[in-house]
């Protein structure tokens, strides 16, 4: 007997005509890219270690190699690799690269999907924040994002949680923001009794903050799918705790913080950039005190890529770089209304 709906399940997710579109899209990345002389480049989807974010599930299986049985990890992003190529003296670089995430299935998300990532050593984030929002602007559209927009806009993280919830979410006790995070997450009281404060910042973040990012005047709300306009922001400035491989800086109010940026469009991020962390020993440690995290909320640890440790220590460039979800960007560019209408086959129909 036949498993049910074989006859339709192995069709693609999008249409042809998407699928064109997609691939026109695609070819507009690469001219970006070439008119500024960074470098395109490829780098294996196995690495010798997994994202250790306590955030990210890596995917990982057991390979017959030249050195025996090994567990290799599938990458989240390309990014490991990429900065042994900046450490061989690759110069600025780009990848658009397959990357998989375990459990990030929805309207947005794919387990496999396709991240744009480039690297610009000797280039400030200030810079690299503003090259984003003109890629970004050559692919979507002026119905969604008019060329005459007003310049990228910036908040800091600091400043939106002041606005939109009334708190410092650097100084705000942590009794308050579980109760908070529950209340404007729906949750029942005490159901965040456990959680550390980067958690309960997310939820605030998701929930209520980055649904309000990136929209034109009074268009928030339309139908979903529906054609609007919208702006592009930028927010600036996370806590140092979320810092990941960037490095740190103490901002204005004394607080060290993170230097990186994340763009957002019509309420959905887009890109994550870095001021790159060169130091070997530091981004060792951040690893370790990663898996130490997992260990503690009982998650599995994550081998630890020491490969990219050693190219730090050998001496990574100053620089920048960033990680942009190219999927969405085609998604919004073609007003769909779910990730899995824009890719060929997204995972569930794989």
Known sequence: MRPPHTESAW???????????????MTRVRAFFAERNVLEVETPVLGQGGSTDVHLASLSSLAHTAAGRQRLWLRTSPEFHMKRLLAA?????????????????????????????WYRPGMGLA?????????IRKLLPESVLPDGQTPLRCYAYRELFYDQLEIDPFSVP??????????????????????????????????????????????QGKAPGEKCQGKLVAVVDYPASQAALARRHVDAYGDEVASRFELYFQGVELANGYDELTDAAEQQARFEA????????????????MRLVAALDHGLPEGSGVALGLDRVIQLALGKYTLAEVMAFATPAC
């Open 11 to 25: 069709q693609p997710t999008a249409d042809m005509a998407t699928l064109h579109a997609r691939a026109r899209l």
């Open 89 to 117: 003296g690759s110069g600025p670089i780009y990848q658009l690269a397959k990357s998989f995430r375990d459990g990030e299935v929805g309207r947005r998300h794919n387990i496999e999907f396709t991240m744009l990532e």
């Open 127 to 135: 810079a690299l924040m503003e090259e984003t929002a003109a890629l």
């Open 174 to 219: 942590l009794v308050r923001l579980r109760r908070l995070a529950e209340e404007r997450g729906s949750m029942p009281e005490g159901a965040l009794d456990d959680e550390p404060r980067d958690t309960c910042l997310d939820l605030l973040m998701s929930f209520v903050i980055e649904p309000n990012l990136g929209w034109g005047d009074a268009e």
């Open 290 to 305: 990663d898996n130490a995290e997992r260990r503690e909320l009982g998650f599995d640890e994550v081998d630890v890529d």
